[in-house]
């Protein structure tokens, strides 16, 4: 059994080679650590990264984390990195606000809310893998049930998809 | 009017609805129907060209409104909503489903506004799904594709020595090329694809079908680095959207 400051070294490590998100079972099960002493020590490590003065920090990630840049440094970063091409279409984000919202939802569904043909935005989505098929609905004709993908939140800086904003009067659907 | 409009600029009937109703500033529970009708089709008369593909969305919405203003006009039914208040108003689904759009469209661009925002942005170690776009959105790079073609070329520099007419079908060749990619959507190499020994004539058909190809978007063409190979795949997620 490790010490507590050497987990969350092993944690900081893990993190740090890995580069994408790591689900909150796959830390358990590399570490052996209970979930409630998972997320105790992850709380306290986000507070540590966030306390010190350093470019780092953790974020929670869909039931997972992934280390990111401070906020404050993303000047200083993207004059290495050139946020080049990446636009998405007014139509491409009305899109995935519905996704985000409605899912698991169809591309019918979609297309009712939208009043247009909504193929081409779907493929584009997919391709940027941005949504995903979760499934099919139950239906005639079974239609293919979209979602969003860690991806989706990553992009847009969310932690998991209770961040998203409250729609307004939303009948219970 | 000769103001021109341009269609494209709403993302679908609904989009151009609310910017008339916020143009007017109109009370989006007391929608003068007839008007509202009116400047819709006035919109899509001036729009000029049309374009098929779009307009469908557009002329069905139209047709909804002209529905409904004739369903207003109808004395009794007026009549009927005086008497009891609470009888269901024609334009309900109509307020709903603006109402509903303008949500998403808010949420869209609250997205936009997350994502668009460079300043306080959290940057990753694989980016932000950005280095998937960049590796795919090569497949529109008409000079990668056509450099790699000037390889092959260079390759058979030997030309038959007459050039026999023969006809070449370019259907043939996409068939050749889908079926010389493996089905699980492993990637090829283009230059490897093509038969070594061909004429000239061939290995432009060659070079045209994989253009078709890609614009029908069942193969995909990817290059890691400028200049390096480029990378044939058969498209497999998107196989059930229609080319139109």
Redesign the interface.
């Known amino acids: 059994m490790l010490m507590r400051a050497e987990i969350k070294a092993a944690i900081e490590a893990l993190l740090f080679v890995s580069g994408e998100r790591i689900g909150g079972e796959e830390l358990m099960e590399i570490l052996n650590l209970a979930e409630a002493d998972l997320k105790q020590i992850m709380q306290e490590m986000m507070a540590e990264f966030d306390q010190s003065t350093r470019g780092i920090q953790i974020l929670t990630l869909d039931g997972g984390y992934i280390m990111g840049s401070k906020p404050e440094y993303a000047p200083v970063v993207s004059r290495m990195i050139k946020p080049a091409g990446r636009r998405l279409s007014p139509a491409a984000l009305e899109t995935l606000a519905i996704v985000a919202y409605r899912q698991p939802v169809s591309k019918a569904e979609i297309e009712q809310v939208r009043g247009v043909k909504t193929d081409r935005v779907i493929a584009t989505l997919m391709e940027k893998g941005l949504i995903k098929e979760l499934g099919k609905k139950a239906v005639p004709g079974k239609p293919i049930l979209y979602g969003t993908t860690h991806e989706f939140l990553q992009l847009f800086a969310l932690s998991s998809l209770e961040e998203l904003p409250q729609l307004e009067n939303e009948e219970g659907k | 009017m000769s103001y021109l409009v341009n269609l494209d600029k709403f993302?679908?009937?609904?989009?151009l609805l609310l910017y008339l109703l916020e143009r007017e500033e109109i009370d989006i529970y007391d929608i003068p129907v007839a008007l509202i009708a009116d400047q819709y089709i006035d919109y899509i008369h001036t729009t000029g060209q049309i374009d098929l593909?779009?307009i469908g969305?557009f002329l069905s919405?139209a047709s909804y409104l002209l529905n409904l203003k004739s369903r207003m006009l109808l004395p009794g039914l007026a009549a009927a909503e005086e008497v009891e208040t609470e009888a269901e108003d024609p334009r309900d689904e109509l307020v709903h489903?603006i109402l509903?759009?303008k949500?998403?469209?808010l949420?869209?661009?609250?997205?936009?506004s997350?994502?668009n925002d460079?300043?306080?942005?959290?940057?990753?170690?694989?980016?932000?799904?950005?280095i998937?776009?960049?590796a795919?959105?090569v497949s529109s790079s008409l000079n990668a594709l056509l450099h790699a073609w000037y390889a092959v070329m260079d390759r058979n520099a030997e030309v038959g020595e007459y050039d026999l007419p023969q006809s070449i079908d370019i259907g043939e060749k996409m068939e050749a090329i889908l079926k010389a990619l493996p089905e699980n959507g492993a990637a090829v190499i283009f230059q490897d694809i093509y038969p070594g020994n061909s004429l000239r004539s061939e290995a432009l058909a060659y070079f045209l079908a994989l253009l078709e190809l890609i614009r029908l978007?069942k193969v995909e063409a990817c290059q890691e680095y400028r200049f390096g190979d480029i990378k044939l795949c058969l498209q497999v997620?998107?196989d059930?959207?229609?080319a139109g």
Do not use: H, I, S, T
């Not at chain 2, 993302?11 to 989009?15: A, E, W």
């Not at chain 2, 949420?107 to 936009?112: K, Q």
């Open positions: 993302y679908g009937p609904l989009d593909d779009n969305d919405m489903r509903e759009y949500q998403y469209k949420l869209g661009e609250y997205l936009a997350r994502y460079d300043m306080k942005r959290v940057f990753f170690r694989y980016g932000q799904a950005e998937n776009w960049a795919k959105e978007q997620a998107v059930n959207v229609d």
